[in-house]
C-alpha cells in the first residue's frame, strides 16, 4: 500500500533507519547503566564518612517495615481526604462561576469575569497562607479552600466555554415552549456542557490533587510531609531516597488511575454525546412542553385542514 503523504523508502533509507535506531538504543542503554552505577556507588558525606550507594539493599529492607506502610497509608488518605472535599466545593464554584459568566445582566457578569482572572492568577500557596492567617481556620480547611477557589474558577471557564460552543437553536427552541431562561440553562444547556467538559474537569482534579503537596508547608500532614519530613526523623535519614521514591511511585499510580479514567470518559463522550443531546433535548420538551403547546390544540384548524383533497389538486 503506497502512501499520498511521502514516498515509500527504499532499501538504502530502511537500511540506514535501522542503523540509527540501533545506535539510539545503544546509547539509552548506556545512559541507563551509567545512571546505575551512579546510585550504587558509595558515597562520602560532608564529615568524611563513607556511606553505601542509595541501591544498596540496606537503604531499601525499610519497605519490609509495616510501621512505614502505615505512615504511607496515613498520608495518603490524608491526601485524598482534602482532594476529596476541595474537588467537591470546586465542582460547585465552579458551576455558580459559570453560570455568573454567562450572565445576560453586566452587573452580574463582569463581577464574575473579574472574580474567575483573579482567582486564576492567584497561587494556590498564597492562597492557602491567606486562608489560614486572615481566617484562623487550620491547615485542612486552608487547603481545602485554596484548591477549591482556584481550580473552581478553572472548572468555572472551562464550563462557561462548554455551554458558548452549544447551537443556539437549543436555548431559543426551550424559550419557545415556554421554558424561562434560567430552566433553560439547567435543563438543557449546562448538562450538556458538563457532559461535554467532563474530561477537562477530571484532568482538571488531577492537578488538583498533586496540588495537595503544597498543604505540607502550612503544615498539614499529607503524603509529601509525612513521606519526606516525619519518616527521616522516624526510620533514619538514609532512607531519604527510598522515602522519595515511594512517595513518587504512590502520586503516579493515584494521578494515573485519574488519568484513565479521564480517557474513558472522553471516548465515552466523543462516541456518544451527538445521540445524548438529541434525547435530552426531546426529553426535555416532550416532559415539558407539553404544558405549553396544549394551547395549542384549542387553535381552529386552517381552512381545509383535515379534509380529503379533491381529484383536481395536487397530492
Given at each position: 500500500m503506497t502512501?499520498?503523504?511521502y ?5 538504502r533509507?530502511?537500511?540506514l ?16 547503566a551509567?545512571?546505575?552505577m ?5 558515597r562520602v558525606?560532608?564529615?568524611g ?22 505512615t504511607?497509608?496515613?498520608g495518603?488518605?490524608a ?17 455558580l ?12 457578569r ?12 492567584m ?5 492557602m497562607?491567606f ?9 485542612f ?7 477549591a ?9 472551562a ?30 444547556e ?6 461535554q467538559m467532563?474530561?477537562?474537569i477530571?484532568?482538571?482534579?488531577v ?14 500532614q ?11 526523623v ?7 531516597f ?12 493515584v ?8 480517557r ?16 435530552r433535548?426531546?426529553?426535555?420538551v ?6 405549553g ?8 384548524p386552517?381552512?381545509g ?6 381529484s383536481?389538486?395536487?397530492?
Amino acid at each position: 500500500m503506497t502512501s499520498v503523504l511521502y514516498d515509500v523508502p527504499g532499501p538504502r533509507a530502511r537500511r540506514l533507519s535501522l542503523i540509527v535506531s540501533i545506535i539510539a538504543t545503544l546509547l539509552i542503554a548506556a545512559g541507563l547503566a551509567a545512571i546505575v552505577m551512579f546510585l550504587a556507588a558509595p558515597r562520602v558525606n560532608a564529615g568524611g564518612v563513607a556511606q553505601p550507594g542509595i541501591l544498596d539493599p540496606v537503604r531499601w529492607d525499610i519497605l519490609l517495615d509495616v510501621a512505614f506502610w502505615r505512615t504511607i497509608g496515613r498520608g495518603l488518605t490524608a491526601t485524598l481526604q482534602m482532594a476529596g472535599v476541595a474537588a467537591v466545593l470546586a465542582i460547585v464554584i465552579g458551576i455558580l462561576l459559570s453560570m455568573a459568566r454567562t450572565a445576560r445582566l453586566a452587573i452580574i457578569r463582569i463581577p464574575a469575569v473579574v472574580l474567575i482572572e483573579f482567582l486564576r492568577g492567584m497561587p494556590v500557596l498564597l492562597m492557602m497562607f491567606f486562608t489560614l492567617l486572615v481566617f484562623s481556620t487550620g491547615q485542612f480547611w486552608a487547603g481545602v479552600a485554596a484548591l477549591a477557589v482556584y481550580n473552581g474558577a478553572v472548572i468555572g471557564e472551562a464550563l462557561r466555554s462548554g455551554i458558548a460552543s452549544l447551537n443556539k437553536g437549543q436555548r431559543e427552541s426551550g424559550l419557545a415552549i415556554g421554558l424561562t431562561p434560567l430552566k433553560v440553562r439547567f435543563l438543557i444547556e449546562f448538562p450538556q456542557a458538563f457532559r461535554q467538559m467532563l474530561p477537562i474537569i477530571i484532568a482538571q482534579l488531577v492537578v488538583l490533587l498533586k496540588d495537595t503537596s503544597l498543604a505540607s508547608i502550612v503544615g498539614y500532614q499529607e503524603l509529601l510531609n509525612i513521606g519526606l519530613r516525619q519518616n527521616p526523623v522516624t526510620f533514619g535519614s538514609r532512607y531519604l531516597f527510598t522515602f522519595f521514591f515511594v512517595v513518587l511511585v504512590v502520586y503516579l499510580l493515584v494521578n494515573f488511575s485519574l488519568s484513565t479514567v479521564a480517557r474513558i470518559v472522553a471516548k465515552r463522550t466523543a462516541s456518544g454525546s451527538g445521540g445524548f443531546k438529541a434525547r435530552r433535548v426531546e426529553r426535555i420538551v416532550a416532559q415539558l412542553g407539553g404544558a405549553g403547546m396544549s394551547g395549542a390544540s384549542k387553535l381552529p384548524p386552517e381552512p381545509g385542514a383535515g379534509q380529503p383533497p379533491r381529484s383536481g389538486d395536487p397530492s
